[in-house]
């Protein structure tokens, strides 16, 4: 079975202060991808990044870094210097055989 | 601009009736999806299709149906057999690949509230 959890359900936090959201993934599959979402207060999920299974090297993209370690099944999204604007629901997520499987989400509140 | 369009943005509906809402791309992407969002339960999966003429039932298809006609256009209808309709709606879609999965980009949403 697949599962993704996110165990925070909702996290506040001063703006400039690090923040790191949590995913662990249960998958019995060898191959297959994980993502990061983000749920602005619009509506619309916008794409963050995506790791398949074979790369553990973790990322950074300017604020945003990841760490994706297998042998905790776990892909945590860190942001540095948080800023309001980054106040938002955010979804990890598990693909294979053509299905994502979403994690419940976290939201993200940023305080000036 | 490329993207996925979803309407109504919202709409309210009557006990007993049914609703289609609209998910247009013209981002040229085989796969197409239908998710629903509820308060802290993430998005379930209720239908996808990956080609045109063809789809499948997710894990929560009871009481919606689908239709893919075209490859731009997969829409989704709330029948009044589905018991608690009442949600936030998203379309996404995807390239199809054999190998290694694609990024699915998301619509902004339809909100339906049933009165």
């Known amino acids: 079975a697949q599962k993704v959890t996110q165990a925070q359900t909702e996290i506040s936090v001063v703006e400039k202060e690090d923040v790191t959201l949590d995913c662990v993934y249960e998958t019995r599959d060898t191959t297959y991808y994980l993502f990061w979402y983000k749920q602005p207060p619009s509506g619309e999920l916008v794409f963050l990044i995506r790791?398949?299974?074979?790369?553990?090297q973790n990322e950074i993209s300017g604020r945003y870094s990841w760490n994706f370690q297998k042998s905790t099944s776990s892909f945590n999204f860190t942001i540095t210097a948080s800023q309001v604007v980054d106040s938002a629901v955010y979804f990890c997520?598990?693909?294979?055989?053509?299905?994502?499987?979403f994690g419940s989400g976290t939201k993200l509140n940023v305080k000036p | 601009d490329g993207g996925i369009t979803q309407s109504p943005k919202y709409l309210f509906r009557k006990e007993g009736q049914n609703v289609t809402l609209s998910c247009e791309q013209n981002l040229n992407h085989d796969a197409m999806y239908w998710y629903r969002q509820d308060p802290g339960q993430g998005l379930r999966l209720i239908y996808y299709s990956q080609i045109v003429n063809d789809f499948q039932k997710g894990d929560i298809a009871e009481g919606y149906s689908v239709s893919r006609e075209k490859k731009e256009s997969f829409p989704l209808t709330v029948t009044s057999a589905q018991k608690n309709p009442t949600a936030f709606y998203l379309c996404a879609s995807r390239v199809r690949e054999e190998a290694g999965a694609n990024v699915l980009t998301f619509g902004a949403g339809s909100r339906l509230t049933v009165l």
């Open positions: 997520a598990l693909y294979n055989f053509n299905k994502f499987y």
């Open positions: 790791r398949n299974s074979f790369d553990e």
